[in-house]
């Protein structure tokens, strides 16, 4: 059974870069047709796909987001990271990491609280 989790800082300071990586067992985030997904669900509000990284290393961001995200992987750690920018309170949110496969999303990490103050 594949499982994610996530990890980084709880509490990022305005205007400074937010940092996360996903932990992935129990499969390979190189296996073929799987994807592997940042999400994030602020305060009161619905989820928000941020984007990608494939099996075969290729990336798709959500345009709302895509001048500020970076997402990498390191596959001799089983990982992928996301990198988030100049963030600003309105990007407080609990954010998970997610395996998704022909549309559906098989796995989720259990989600990280990231709080953005001064």
């Known amino acids: 059974q594949v499982q994610l989790q996530e990890s980084g800082p709880g509490l990022v300071k305005p205007s400074q870069t937010l940092s996360l990586t996903c932990t992935v067992s129990?499969?390979?985030?190189?296996?073929?047709?799987?994807?592997w997904h940042w999400i994030r669900q602020p305060p009161g509000k619905g989820l928000e796909c941020m984007g990608y990284?494939?099996?075969?290393?290729?990336?798709n961001y959500n345009p709302s987001f895509k001048s500020r995200t970076s997402i990498s992987r390191d596959t001799s750690k089983n990982q992928f990271s996301l990198q988030l920018s100049s963030v600003t309170p309105e990007d407080t949110a609990v954010y998970y990491c997610?395996?998704?496969?022909?549309?559906?999303?098989?796995?989720w990490g259990q989600g990280t609280q990231v709080t953005v103050s001064s």
């Open positions: 129990g499969g390979s985030i190189t296996t073929n047709y799987d994807y």
């Open positions: 990284i494939g099996y075969d290393g290729t990336i």
């Open positions: 997610a395996r998704e496969t022909m549309f559906t999303f098989y796995s």
